[in-house]
C-alpha cells in the first residue's frame, strides 16, 4: 500500500493482502456509526470499464450482513442521466447524510487496478467530459483503464475480469471493515462495562 498524503491512499486489486488493507482504510476513513451513511455505486451496466459501481451496489445490496442503504446497482444504475435527480432526493430526504461515492475511472497505464480512497467528493462523468455535480464525503475510484484519448471507448473495451476483480476486492474489504468495526465495538463495551455491571462486580445490584 502506498500512501500519497495523510488521507489519500492507493491500494492495487492484486496484492496479496489487498482486502485486508483496504479495509484497515476503510476503517479509518468510513464512519460506520453514522446514522445517514449511504453508499453511492455510480456507474452504467452498457460499459464493461463503467460497470465497476454498479457491480459493487449489487454485491453489498446482496450481502445481508451490510446493513447500509445502497443507491446504484446493475438493475438500478446510478449514472449520468439520472444522477443529479437521485442526489438532490437524497440531500432532501436524509439529514445531513454521509456518502461514500464508489466509481471507476481512469489513469496512467501502470496505475491500471488501483483503488483509490480519498477524503472529499468525486466528479462522476470527469472521465467521459460531463459536467456533472461533485458527489460524496468519502470517494473510492478504481482504475481500470488508460485515460486521455477516447475515453468511452476505453471504458467500453475495458475487460470485465479487471473490473469484476477490483469491485470483489472492494466488497469484501467494505464488508470486513464493517464486521471489525462490530467486533471493535463489543469489545470497547467489554473493557469499559456500563455503571451498574462495574457495581454488580463488585457485589452491589440494589439502586433503589
Known amino acids: 500500500m502506498t500512501q500519497a498524503c495523510p488521507q489519500n491512499y492507493s491500494v492495487h486489486y492484486e496484492q496479496t493482502s489487498a482486502v485486508w488493507e483496504l479495509s484497515e482504510i476503510f476503517l479509518k476513513t468510513i464512519p460506520f456509526d453514522h446514522e445517514e451513511l449511504i453508499f453511492c455505486c455510480i456507474g452504467t451496466d452498457r460499459s464493461t470499464g463503467d460497470a465497476l459501481g454498479p457491480i459493487i451496489g449489487s454485491q453489498l445490496h446482496q450481502t445481508f450482513s451490510f446493513p447500509f442503504p445502497v443507491v446504484g446497482t446493475l438493475q438500478a444504475p446510478l449514472h449520468a ?5 437521485r442526489y438532490e432526493q437524497l ?62 471507448k476505453v471504458l467500453q473495451n475495458t475487460r470485465l475480469h479487471v473490473t469484476y476483480s477490483m469491485s470483489d476486492k472492494i466488497v469484501r474489504a467494505l464488508v470486513l471493515a464493517w464486521q471489525r468495526h462490530l ?18 462486580q463488585i457485589g452491589y445490584t440494589d439502586f433503589r
Open 81 to 85: 442521466l439520472n444522477i443529479v435527480e
Open 91 to 152: 440531500i432532501n430526504e436524509k439529514e445531513q447524510p454521509f456518502i461514500i461515492a464508489i466509481d471507476a475511472c481512469l489513469g496512467e497505464s501502470n496505475a491500471i487496478g488501483s483503488i483509490l480512497i480519498q477524503q472529499g467528493p468525486l466528479y462522476p462523468g470527469k472521465a467521459v467530459k460531463k459536467e456533472l455535480p461533485p458527489i460524496g464525503n468519502i470517494s473510492v475510484k478504481g482504475i481500470v483503464n488508460v485515460g486521455g484519448f477516447m475515453e468511452a
Open 183 to 200: 467486533l471493535k465495538r463489543k469489545n470497547n463495551r467489554n473493557e469499559y462495562p456500563d455503571h451498574q455491571n462495574r457495581w454488580q
